[in-house]
């Protein structure tokens, strides 16, 4: 086909893509204008509204989920992402929870801060004020569908959203509650907007449209993400690889490190925030590699060693390629590291800047575990599963950026905002 | 020439710069982790050091920038442009304040924040970091140098500094004067380091060096941004342009007014912060417009008016081009509108979210226009000539963002970190 000129039909259909986008584009803009000056009981109110429309319309999201269940066992995905798909009237209940306590969250929009007086006699401080549009691209679970309007909404932002094909029954009834909740509140519809087709080409538009469109937050495969951030002429919002660490100091309390790092990886294992790799200081290695392995053997993970890891624990050796490795399954990498300095040292190298931990009773160490390593999330004594919006107290997340700019970590309404200068002045001028 | 083979020198020169580029982008990634954990009694007494050296150049400098006045005056470069580009005595005691203004600001570094306790346990807040490596790419005024250089380093950031052609000694000379005064404080001079080649291919490498540099602040001209932001595969914080408004009420105070719009133009009109678009309320416009007009003429600035306005004055006629043009000198448009809603309306439509101002006595009208337009700074009755980074207590600014994401605004030592989250714990493990 390459080189051939397209046929007539495709070329249409290219130009519907154009038309609809910029059209999507146009209305998420104007939208925006609304919601970013709604007052705090009117998002509230739509908020509430769409809680009750998912709830009245369980029925309706379950046969519509059964339909992209059923494509995706005909199709041979696996299991895994079928799991990720399901809805369940659980499912719908978590989903009706999260609406709900985004809704019970403090409107950010507006919230003003750090005002003093300037010798000059101006008096200045800033205001917290929504993007504008944000575009979400995102694959999979349909729940992420509810999420991004309610935290968009919440901000004050008008949304496109883009889910995945394998969703997209599930991802049009969802939004249908969405847009009835919003216009039962007296708000556009066109506040969230869910793109009603699953052509590829759609995503290359949207990544065009930055007259209309402030960021885009990208969901899923490192694949997607690395095609967005390079194709994007709009600032992207995006989460890489999980590479995830605990270092077991020597001076860690034994059963509270076993407990965490267990946690970290065996909690569960195809998220994020999953521990990939643990480090060990060598003097307590033999008290709790051993108790450690034999718990993850229980759980069917197997661990892949340095050589004096093996050492003490029968394991596949590592190989270079472990460290740098985001398993996102049951194996983990364990390394025997001489001291906290060469345990943030592997973080540093190796991790993706995402959530490291550090378990030790010692005061100096955690500070300085805390200042030099360089990442999103940075915990002592704590599972590395706690990285995520809803535990953080953010109500939801529209993701976890592993970025530096504007936003790190799990971004929840603060993410989706940004703050502007206010000035307030008596008459005073300037006199270069 | 296109399409032939690139000759063997030419070659040659590219592979250098292309070498020299990751060269410089390598070792500014190391010196980042140094200053990104130096201590603030050593980032001060880096600074202190930097403004000793300055100071003790002063001959140098002065020299150095008289080759570059020299070479723009047989260039035919014009005279607002030969200003910027002059460092007398008064320019370097300037950039010596600078220094130590910054050095006196609070250090952003470690600054820790918002931390509070979640139902699961855990303890969770935010942590001020470095952003990491920093390029600046900007024309003209030499002054940047030591304001980009000394705002990176106290912000714990390394920076690569690529200054404009016309500038080439003056910028050698002080930032020979910074990598001094940093090696004095016993830290490398790698954390500030000039570019020491004027070549355009340059910037393009700089562009590319997403493994080495976190961010790109541009200064300069439209084109300049425009190429940056289109090329860049690394963020970019930057400013287009500064269209800026002053809305007077009806119910302002006109002498206030008066003496606020005249300063916002004439006070300096060659920067992004001036006035350039003056919209007056109808029924106080035959009041405050005749003594604007008076006061601007004798400025030698040339209004161009909307049809009403040239009932009240003689002006030439604005064009819809004119409500769209920073025009950065001697030319003001002015439009009489119905009321503030008219006004922030056309001040979204046209504006450039830089710097707007409303000029009124009313509690409700000054509410309106801070939450409804959406720009960098909103102000309430002062100068558009207040929004710099100085002026707001920065110490300094690299450049003013009108970018949403990330910094919008002035960008001072905030701008050039970011925040990650830490968490304290006693042994917490997740339960999902």
């Not at 009237?89 to 978590?94: M, V």
């Not at 694959?139 to 969703?167: F, H, W, Y």
């Not at 699953?198 to 949207?206: C, I, M, N, Q």
């Not at 995006?238 to 267990?262: R, S, T, W």
């Amino acid at each position: 086909m390459l080189g051939a000129a397209p046929e007539y039909p495709y070329t249409i259909a290219m130009t519907n893509i154009t038309s609809y986008i910029a059209e999507v584009g146009r209305s998420a803009r104007a939208a925006s204008r609304v919601i970013g000056s709604a007052s705090s009981a009117s998002k509230s109110e739509a908020l509430k509204q769409i809680a009750r429309a998912v709830d009245a319309a369980r029925d309706t999201i379950k046969v519509e989920n059964a339909k992209d269940m059923a494509a995706a066992e005909s199709n041979g995905i696996d299991q895994p992402l079928i799991d990720r798909l399901m809805l369940d009237d659980k499912g719908i209940d978590q989903m009706i929870e999260g609406i709900l306590q985004v809704e019970s969250l403090k409107d950010p929009v507006g919230e003003m801060s750090d005002f003093s007086y300037r010798p000059t006699g101006i008096q200045i401080g800033k205001m917290r004020v929504p993007l504008g549009v944000i575009a979400m691209i995102y694959e999979s679970r349909p729940n992420v569908t509810v999420d991004a309007a309610s935290l968009s909404l919440k901000s004050g932002n008008a949304c496109i959203l883009r889910g995945g094909s394998e969703a997209f029954h599930s991802n049009q009834a969802i939004a249908a509650c969405v847009v009835q909740g919003i216009e039962a509140a007296g708000l556009p519809g066109t506040i969230v907007q869910l793109l009603n087709t699953t052509d590829r080409a759609a995503v290359g538009e949207l990544l065009k449209q930055d007259e209309f469109i402030d960021v885009i937050v990208p969901r899923g495969g490192k694949g997607l993400i690395e095609r967005i951030s390079a194709e994007s002429r709009i600032p992207v919002i995006k989460h890489l690889d999980g590479i995830c660490h605990v270092y077991i100091d020597d001076e860690a309390e034994p059963d509270m490190a076993v407990a965490i790092a267990f946690n970290s990886k065996a909690e569960k294992l195809a998220v994020c925030n999953a521990l990939e790799t643990l480090l060990i200081h060598r003097d307590i290695a033999q008290i709790v590699l051993p108790q450690l392995a034999a718990k993850y053997q229980e759980a069917g993970i197997e661990l892949r060693g340095c050589a004096r890891a093996q050492e003490l624990v029968p394991m596949t050796a590592a190989s270079e390629a472990d460290w740098g490795e985001e398993y996102l399954g049951p194996i983990l990498a364990v390394r025997i590291v001489d001291g906290l300095d060469q345990g943030i040292e592997h973080i540093n190298q190796y991790g993706s800047q995402h959530t490291d931990v550090i378990v030790t009773e010692n005061y100096t160490k955690s500070r300085a575990f805390i200042a030099q390593v360089d990442s999103a999330s940075v915990m002592v004594n704590a599972s590395t599963q706690f990285a995520d919006g809803f535990e953080y107290g953010l109500g939801a997340e529209v993701g976890i950026s592993t970025d530096k700019i504007h936003a790190r970590g799990p971004v929840g309404l603060e993410g989706l905002t940004s703050q502007k200068y206010v000035v307030f002045g008596s008459g005073e001028i300037r006199h270069r």
